[in-house]
C-alpha cells in the first residue's frame, strides 16, 4: 500500500511537470515567436532611451505593454509617427497583435521588418512573400505593389518613413556598422595584421559564422549586386562574383556631399536588388563564404568617387570612415 502512494504520488508529480514545462513552452511559442532577435532599434525592456521626447516615452510604454511581442515595441513608435499621430496606438497594437497570432498559427516567421510592411498590406502580403520564396526589400514591396495591387505609386516607401522615424528616436542596434557587436576583426588596412605585417588588403575582414546579418552603414542606394557564387564554396583564387567579391552587394552612400561607394564581399546572399534605396541599419543580406574566400567572414571595402575606378588612389580606411568599427 505504502509502495502504490508512493508510486502514484510519483505520477502525480510527473504529471503536473510536464503540464509547467508544456505550459512554458506554449506560452514562449505565443510570445516570442516567431520573431527573430533582431530588432530595429536598440530598445532594451523598460529602460529610457536618452532623447526620447516624452510624449513618445508614454507610447513606448504602453506599446509595450499592450503588445504581445515585446520586440514590436519600436515598430509600433514608427508607425504611429508616420501616420502622423492620427493613428491611436491601441489601433496599432491590435494591429501587430493580429499578425503576431496570425504568423505564429501560419507558422511563417517573421522579422519587425517583416511586421512593419505587413502592418501596411495585410496578412496577404505575408503570404505573398513565402509564396514568391522573397526576402524582405524595398525592391519586393514594389514587386508587391506592381503584380498583386496594380500600382505604381510611392507606397512602399512606408517602411523606409517608418524605419527613419524609429532612426529619429531611438539608436540602431548596429549604430552604422556592418554587423551587430561583438565581433573580432581577422583582417585589417592596408594589410592583414594590425601591426602592418601580411599582405596587402583593401578592407577590414570580420569573422563571423555563415548567416550572419550584414547590415547599411549609411543612408543609401543600391548600385550592383553579384548573386551566382557558391556561398560555402570560397577559397583562395576563386574568382566568382567581380574579381573575388564573391556574392556582393555595391551600394553607394553620401557623406559631407562626397559619394562614397561600399562593398559587402563573399556574402551567403544578397537581400537587396540594384534600384533599392536602403537605410541606414538595414539589413541587406547575410554573411558568407563565396568566392576569393579562406573562411567565413564580411568583407567591408570603401571606395570614393567611381566604384568602376578599381585601383589603390581611391581607397578609403573603414577604420577611419565607420566609427566604432575597428574598436577591439
Same mark, same amino acid.
Given at each position: 500500500?505504502?509502495?502504490?502512494?508512493?508510486?502514484?504520488?510519483?505520477?502525480?508529480?510527473? !504529471?503536473?511537470?510536464?503540464?509547467?514545462?508544456?505550459?512554458?513552452?506554449?506560452?514562449? $511559442?505565443?510570445? @516570442?515567436?516567431?520573431?527573430?532577435?533582431?530588432?530595429?532599434?536598440?530598445?532594451? *525592456?523598460?529602460?529610457?532611451?536618452?532623447?526620447?521626447?516624452?510624449?513618445? +516615452?508614454?507610447? =513606448?510604454?504602453?506599446?509595450?505593454?499592450? $503588445?504581445?511581442?515585446?520586440?514590436?515595441?519600436?515598430?509600433? !513608435?514608427?508607425?504611429?509617427?508616420?501616420? =502622423? =499621430?492620427?493613428?491611436?496606438?491601441?489601433?496599432?497594437?491590435?494591429? &501587430?497583435?493580429?499578425?503576431?497570432?496570425?504568423?505564429?498559427?501560419?507558422?511563417?516567421?517573421?522579422?519587425?521588418?517583416?511586421?512593419? %510592411?505587413?502592418?501596411?498590406?495585410?496578412?496577404?502580403?505575408?503570404?505573398?512573400?513565402?509564396?514568391?520564396?522573397?526576402?524582405?526589400?524595398?525592391?519586393?514591396?514594389?514587386?508587391?505593389?506592381?503584380?498583386?495591387?496594380?500600382? @505604381?505609386?510611392? #507606397?512602399?516607401?512606408?517602411?523606409?518613413?517608418?524605419?527613419?522615424?524609429?532612426?529619429? %528616436?531611438?539608436?540602431?542596434?548596429?549604430?552604422? $556598422?556592418?554587423?551587430?557587436?561583438?565581433?573580432?576583426?581577422?583582417?585589417?588596412?592596408?594589410?592583414? *595584421?594590425?601591426?602592418?605585417?601580411?599582405?596587402?588588403?583593401?578592407?577590414?575582414?570580420?569573422?563571423?559564422?555563415?548567416?550572419?546579418?550584414?547590415?547599411?552603414?549609411?543612408?543609401?542606394?543600391?548600385?550592383?549586386?553579384?548573386?551566382?557564387?557558391?556561398? =560555402?564554396?570560397?577559397? $583562395?583564387?576563386? &574568382?566568382?562574383? &567581380?574579381?573575388?567579391? *564573391?556574392?556582393?552587394?555595391?551600394?553607394?552612400?553620401? +557623406?559631407?556631399?562626397?559619394?562614397?561607394?561600399?562593398?559587402?564581399?563573399?556574402?551567403?546572399?544578397?537581400?537587396?536588388?540594384?534600384? #533599392?534605396? !536602403?537605410?541606414?541599419?538595414?539589413?541587406?543580406?547575410?554573411?558568407?563564404?563565396?568566392?576569393?574566400?579562406? *573562411?567565413?567572414?564580411?568583407?567591408?571595402?570603401?571606395?570614393?568617387? @567611381?566604384?568602376? !575606378?578599381?585601383?589603390?588612389?581611391?581607397?578609403?580606411?573603414?577604420?577611419?570612415?565607420?566609427?566604432?568599427?575597428?574598436?577591439?
Amino acid at each position: 500500500m505504502k509502495k502504490a502512494v508512493i508510486l502514484l504520488g510519483l505520477t502525480v508529480f510527473m !504529471i503536473m511537470f510536464f503540464v509547467v514545462m508544456v505550459g512554458e513552452a506554449f506560452s514562449r $511559442l505565443v510570445n @516570442d515567436t516567431p520573431i527573430s532577435n533582431e530588432s530595429v532599434c536598440a530598445y532594451e *525592456g523598460e529602460a529610457e532611451i536618452d532623447g526620447l521626447d516624452l510624449e513618445t +516615452q508614454n507610447i =513606448k510604454e504602453a506599446a509595450h505593454h499592450e $503588445l504581445s511581442n515585446k520586440s514590436l515595441t519600436n515598430a509600433v !513608435i514608427g508607425i504611429y509617427l508616420t501616420e =502622423k =499621430k492620427e493613428m491611436p496606438v491601441s489601433d496599432i497594437v491590435k494591429a &501587430m497583435n493580429d499578425l503576431h497570432e496570425y504568423a505564429v498559427k501560419s507558422k511563417k516567421p517573421l522579422t519587425a521588418y517583416e511586421y512593419i %510592411q505587413a502592418y501596411k498590406y495585410g496578412t496577404d502580403y505575408i503570404e505573398w512573400l513565402y509564396g514568391n520564396n522573397l526576402v524582405i526589400s524595398l525592391s519586393a514591396n514594389k514587386q508587391y505593389m506592381k503584380e498583386v495591387l496594380k500600382k @505604381d505609386n510611392d #507606397d512602399y516607401s512606408f517602411y523606409v518613413r517608418v524605419m527613419s522615424n524609429i532612426n529619429d %528616436q531611438c539608436v540602431t542596434v548596429t549604430d552604422g $556598422l556592418p554587423l551587430k557587436k561583438p565581433f573580432t576583426i581577422t583582417g585589417w588596412f592596408p594589410s592583414y *595584421g594590425k601591426d602592418g605585417t601580411g599582405d596587402k588588403h583593401n578592407g577590414i575582414d570580420v569573422g563571423v559564422p555563415i548567416g550572419t546579418p550584414v547590415y547599411a552603414i549609411g543612408d543609401g542606394e543600391v548600385v550592383k549586386t553579384w548573386n551566382n557564387c557558391d556561398p =560555402k564554396g570560397g577559397k $583562395l583564387g576563386n &574568382m566568382c562574383g &567581380m574579381q573575388g567579391t *564573391g556574392n556582393c552587394v555595391l551600394y553607394k552612400i553620401e +557623406q559631407a556631399n562626397k559619394v562614397y561607394y561600399v562593398y559587402a564581399m563573399h556574402l551567403e546572399k544578397p537581400e537587396v536588388n540594384a534600384g #533599392d534605396h !536602403i537605410i541606414k541599419g538595414q539589413r541587406i543580406g547575410t554573411s558568407g563564404n563565396s568566392g576569393n574566400s579562406s *573562411g567565413a567572414h564580411l568583407h567591408t571595402e570603401i571606395r570614393s568617387d @567611381d566604384a568602376s !575606378i578599381y585601383g589603390d588612389e581611391n581607397i578609403v580606411n573603414p577604420c577611419d570612415f565607420i566609427e566604432g568599427f575597428c574598436d577591439q
